[in-house]
């Protein structure tokens, strides 16, 4: 899949290990990069296994949760220009190829 980042800061945290080590610690900063890793070898998000992934809410959006560390989620959710919706107007996650990480922390 593809991944985008929601904000700047985002982006420099999950692609600078010296930022992502300082901010969760060496083991969450290196589950961090596997599970971006895990995302970027996926064709959809239902293949993501590791990280215990599970569908939500965030912010009134839906969005798909990834725990990289005990407390510590990592928030992404569709980003495609004409959403891929199922029957009941949700996105439908076997179709979603490209996300947005929205958050990374508790």
Not at 25 to 47: F, K, P
Not at 51 to 62: M, N, T
Request: hydrophobic residues 40%; proline residues 6%.
């Amino acid at each position: 899949m593809e991944i985008s980042f929601h904000t700047p800061e985002l982006l420099n945290l999950c692609i600078d290990e010296s930022i992502a080590d300082e901010t969760f610690g060496t083991a969450a900063a290196e589950a961090l990069r596997n599970r971006l890793s895990d995302i970027r070898a996926a064709d959809s998000v239902l293949e993501l296994l590791a990280g215990r992934p599970a569908p939500g809410l965030y912010r009134e959006q839906h969005c798909y949760r990834l725990e990289i560390a005990v407390g510590v989620w990592l928030i992404i959710a569709p980003n495609h220009n004409k959403p891929r919706l199922d029957e009941r107007g949700l996105p439908d996650w076997g179709r979603v190829r490209r996300v947005r990480v929205l958050e990374v922390g508790n």
